[in-house]
């Protein structure tokens, strides 16, 4: 039998990791909402800042899902120590600068303007009822490729 190195095995792209090849590596600290109609967080779900109204205190920023329409402010970044994140814990998510690794909804080409697309953890497609999230910076051959985006959301 064969002799492993720790150091020899490589994590090639995965699902919201963040690239060092581009862009920042700027990470945000926050909290799941505690009171969230979604179980949990997976890895590149994007999230939209939330207030809590009387029970937010001075804590990190909370975050949830955003529903169609709503502008995101990250997404959460893939982590090989943990799976999904549970209501009230804490995560960390990609912030504006940061280059993200996503699945593309369908073919897209290279510097398209993406959103959220609601309803599939992770996955981006074409700006369409949904605010700004990113740039493409890769062609997605197929619906289905992971590819890199340089998250800066906006309202426009």
């Known amino acids: 039998m064969?002799?492993?190195?720790?150091?020899?095995?490589?994590?090639?792209?995965?699902?919201?990791s963040i690239t060092l090849t581009s862009g920042t590596t700027e990470v945000m600290n926050v909290q799941f909402n505690p009171k969230s109609t979604t179980d949990q967080l997976v890895a590149g779900q994007i999230v939209k800042l939330v207030d809590l109204g009387?029970?937010?205190?001075d804590g990190p920023p909370v975050v949830d899902v955003p529903a169609v329409g709503e502008m995101a402010f990250g997404a959460r970044v893939?982590?090989?120590?943990?799976?999904?994140t549970k209501k009230g814990e804490f995560l960390q998510i990609?912030?504006?600068?940061?280059?993200?690794?996503?699945?593309?909804?369908?073919?897209l080409n290279a510097g398209v303007v993406v959103s959220h697309f609601p309803g599939t953890p992770g996955r981006v497609d074409v700006r369409g009822a949904n605010p700004k999230f990113g740039t493409?910076?890769?062609?997605?051959?197929?619906?289905?490729?992971?590819?890199?985006?340089?998250?800066?959301?906006?309202?426009?």
């Open 136 to 156: 493409l910076l890769d062609k997605a051959k197929a619906e289905g490729d992971l590819v890199r985006v340089f998250v800066d959301p906006d309202k426009a």
């Open 94 to 107: 990609s912030v504006k600068g940061c280059t993200q690794y996503f699945e593309a909804n369908a073919a």
């Open 54 to 57: 009387a029970e937010h205190t």
């Open 2 to 16: 064969g002799t492993f190195n720790s150091n020899q095995f490589e994590l090639g792209p995965a699902l919201g």
């Open 78 to 84: 893939f982590s090989s120590a943990s799976g999904a």
